[in-house]
């Protein structure tokens, strides 16, 4: 069980617009800035977004997040098949005094 | 560029003891902390520790405090994940990654991540 909730599965047609949300509590979402990985099967985990909204270099701006309370979310817009992966949320917790990684949700492109 | 290089594929029979490695480059080494999580077969990403690489302070997920022993040797740039007796539910791919601060908290991104290292525990 995650501290942070996920939805396990997301789709969406190429060129559609999809979002993936991230729940949390006071204690990491609500206080902390939030991040968002992408996992292609295979491959390491790669930052995708960082400090809530922000994309790191090379990363489409296709990719966005936003965050609002205890909650995040990461939006893809105009779908493309290479973007079928694992997302993860990520953040700080602070009664933990540690990381916590959402469950991953998995992406498919129909 | 900043790289993350990890050791290889390890197999083991449960009871023995296995230290696999994350070696940083291509940045100031001891001004990030460095984190590690498990990945099970067909699962998510599960925090296993951060370690400071400038000062060694280290923190554990309580899921595996006692399990594991983070190290760094900061003469090699070099980060260490040890387990002194193996299980077979140890059996897994694991990261490293370097984690960025906000201040002198390790609270920040998990921006540049290593290639994993496949750990595989026989009974």
């Known amino acids: 069980q995650s501290v942070l909730t996920q939805p396990p599965s997301v789709s969406g047609t190429p060129g559609q617009r999809v979002s993936i949300s991230c729940s949390g509590s006071?204690?990491?979402?609500?206080?902390?800035?939030v991040n968002w990985y992408q996992q292609i099967p295979g491959t390491a985990p790669k930052l995708l977004i960082y400090?809530?909204?922000q994309r790191p270099s090379g990363v489409p701006d296709r990719f966005s997040g936003s965050k609002s309370g205890t909650s995040a979310s990461l939006a893809i817009g105009g779908l493309q098949s290479e973007d079928e992966a694992d997302y993860y949320c990520?953040?700080?917790?602070?009664?933990?005094?540690?990381?916590?990684f959402g469950g991953g949700a998995k992406l498919t492109v129909l | 560029e900043v790289q993350l290089v990890q050791s290889g594929a390890e197999v083991r029979m449960a009871g023995e003891s296995l230290r696999i490695s994350c070696k940083g480059s291509?940045?100031?080494?001891?001004?990030?902390?460095i984190g590690w999580v498990r990945q099970m077969p067909g699962k998510g990403l599960d925090w296993v520790g951060i370690?400071?690489?400038?000062?060694?302070?280290?923190r554990y997920s309580p899921s595996f405090e006692g399990q594991v022993l983070i190290s760094v040797d900061k003469s090699i740039n070099t980060a260490y994940l040890h387990w002194g007796t193996l299980r077979a539910s140890d059996t897994a791919m694991y990261y490293c990654?370097?984690?960025?601060?906000?201040?002198?908290?390790?609270?920040?991104?998990?921006?540049?991540w290593g290639q994993g290292t496949l750990v595989t525990v026989s009974t």
């Open positions: 990654a370097r984690v960025r601060k906000t201040g002198a908290k390790p609270v920040g991104s998990w921006d540049f």
């Open positions: 291509g940045y100031s080494f001891t001004t990030y902390w």
């Open positions: 370690i400071n690489s400038g000062d060694s302070e280290t």
């Open positions: 006071s204690s990491n979402i609500g206080t902390n800035a």
């Open positions: 400090s809530n909204t």
């Open positions: 990520a953040t700080w917790d602070d009664s933990l005094n540690g990381p916590v």
